[in-house]
């Protein structure tokens, strides 16, 4: 299991976003801010829908390579089964009135890492994020 465990809870996103800053202390600028913004986006949906109505845990591991080249942030939970890449990117030239609601933070998600993986094991949704640095 990841290292960093906490409640699915929207209010605890503080906490997700300080445990990840502290794991890049020393990282640019930009890069903690793109960090910020997908860590937000995946955090608050597990804490959103994941569960449902029920209490769950969010396990989370954020690892540089030796070289400092990569990193890599493992979201992983034990709610219903969500691949978020099987959701196709939102037209994000179509007009605001005809967008479909929703998918455009996995597509900024997409965008902002190198890689984005979704695997389902053991009744575990597992997202790995890659970021080159």
């Known amino acids: 299991m990841p290292e ?9 996103l503080e906490k997700v976003n300080d445990y990840i800053a502290e794991k890049l202390m020393g990282c640019p600028m930009k890069l903690l801010m793109q960090i ?7 955090f608050v949906n ?4 994941a569960y449902k109505d029920k209490a769950g845990k969010v396990w989370i591991d954020c690892m540089l390579d030796s070289n400092k080249e990569f990193l890599t942030i493992v979201f992983m939970d034990e709610g219903v089964k969500f691949d978020p890449l099987e ?3 939102p037209d994000v030239d179509a ?7 929703g ?6 998600t997409k965008k902002l890492m190198d890689e984005v993986k979704y ?9 790995t994020l890659i970021k080159k640095l």
């Not at 597990?46 to 829908?49: E, K, M, P, Q």
């Not at 007009?95 to 609601?101: A, F, K, N, W």
Request: hydrophobic share 35%; glycine share 6%; aromatic share 6%.
């Open 4 to 12: 960093f465990e906490i409640d699915a809870k929207t209010e605890n």
């Open 36 to 42: 910020d913004l997908v860590v937000e986006e995946v």
């Open 46 to 49: 597990i804490a959103s829908y």
């Open 87 to 89: 959701r196709p990117d």
């Open 95 to 101: 007009p605001i009135e005809e967008r479909e609601i």
């Open 103 to 108: 998918g455009l933070g996995i597509f900024l």
């Open 119 to 127: 695997e389902r094991r053991d009744g575990k949704n597992t997202l």
